[in-house]
């Protein structure tokens, strides 16, 4: 059985105060009213993180949005995964289209991160997407099957069993298109079939992978009902508490 998850990534949002009090509502709404075994977790900026570890416990779990591919030392202003493991996080956001964009992050890069954030034990949430031209020219398998290999293919069978892979279409992300179940759905059984036949059909059937995209309250059930969708990576609703909650909820719905 794969793993159900539903991450929020609060991305560069919320003051430390309004965190904590977003973080604690969505704590006691999980708590009361999760109705499966599905993973909710909280990806926040590094200045919430010690705080929210400390009052989520085992019912909402904390993820960075990114690390540094260093251990330690002259990076001024950056964050490393030891140190985003230290106060309680288990996973970290690897790879978001934004990364990617904004920060010049490559496929390169990105693959040292991942190794990274492994060897502290912490689950990468690691992020494909492609742009609308790429969708509008075809080529977006060919760009998918790319970040993979580049990205993670690189990792033993061991390490990549750890992984989660998130699809985030980069025309989907804040701008209200969301992807139709059935173009989410195509994306994921080809991301699954290339799993396995990079490492075995065992390795592609137990890993889980997210839609992510203004997936929302009203379009999540059916997202999540589609046989290779295992889950969600949220961007604005889950700064609302209600949303989010409904979210982590589709499964069942
Ligand atoms: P939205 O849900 O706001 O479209 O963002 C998706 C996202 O980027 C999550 O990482």
């Given at each position: 059985m794969r793993k159900k998850i539903v991450a929020g990534n609060w991305k560069m949002n919320l003051d430390y105060a309004s965190g904590v009090s977003l973080f604690s509502e969505i704590v006691n709404m999980v708590r009361d009213e999760k109705n499966g075994d599905q993973i909710a977790i909280i990806c926040s900026p590094y200045i919430h993180l010690n705080s929210l570890a400390k009052l989520g416990g085992e019912v909402v779990k904390i993820g960075a949005q990114n690390c540094h591919?260093?251990?330690?030392?002259?990076?001024?202003g950056e964050i490393s995964a030891g140190m985003v493991k230290s106060v309680g996080c288990e996973y970290v956001i690897i790879g978001h289209s934004e990364r990617r964009q904004y920060?010049?992050?490559?496929n390169e890069l990105l693959a040292q991160k991942t190794v990274k954030a492994l060897e502290n034990d912490l689950t990468p949430l690691f992020c494909i997407g492609e742009t609308l031209d790429e969708r509008n020219n075809g080529s977006y398998f060919e760009v998918l099957k790319t970040q993979l290999e580049q990205g993670v293919?690189?990792?033993?069978a061991a390490d990549f069993s750890k992984v989660v892979i998130a699809y985030e279409p980069v025309w989907a992300i804040g701008t209200g298109l969301t992807a139709t179940s059935a173009q989410a759905q195509e994306v994921h059984a080809y991301i699954r079939k290339e799993i396995a036949a990079k490492y075995s059909n065992e390795i592609a059937e137990a890993t889980s992978i997210l839609y992510g995209g203004s997936c929302n309250p009203k379009n999540a059930a059916e997202l999540f009902a589609?046989?290779?969708?295992?889950?969600g990576l949220i961007?604005?609703?889950?700064?609302k508490s209600r949303d989010f909650v409904d979210i982590v909820k589709a499964f069942n719905s």
């Open positions: 591919q260093n251990d330690n030392g002259a990076f001024t920060f010049a992050e490559s293919f690189g990792l033993s589609q046989q290779d969708i295992d889950g961007g604005g609703a889950s700064l």
